[in-house]
């Protein structure tokens, strides 16, 4: 999921971003840097578990990047929540793409966004084969 670019620019603003001045050729989309606390809240089995707080380093339309001292598997989830600029939050369901240790107890977590949540879901559905089965019959047909 890439978040639209009136998404990313309001999101952006909120934070005071900067663009990235590094180079990132191998990047399907602009980072920005920036250094602000979020909470995120690790996705297990469908339920929500423990929220956490981490340092976000950088984000862009399509994921976002931060350091915490516990390591994350490639593919879990979690949501977070991140403000807008006009008030209010909005939550985001992310996967992990990488975890790399930076040091003692110090990880960096790189994920994607997965979708926009709508207000109130309290149960985040795994993937479930079957479903995902009948959408693409549906959609090939």
Known sequence: MKLSAEQFAELAATFNAK????EHDRRRAARMDLRANVKITPVHAGRRLSP???????????????IQSDSMIKGEQFVTELPRNGGGNVELLCTV??????GHNVFTIG????????????HIPEDDKREMNRIRKTLLS
């Open 19 to 22: 663009e990235s001045p590094i």
């Open 111 to 122: 994920a994607e966004f997965t979708c926009v949540l709508p207000p109130g879901v309290k």
């Open 52 to 66: 956490t707080h981490v340092m976000v380093s950088d984000f862009s339309a399509r994921g976002i990047a931060f």
């Open 97 to 102: 793409m990488h975890c790399r240790s930076i």
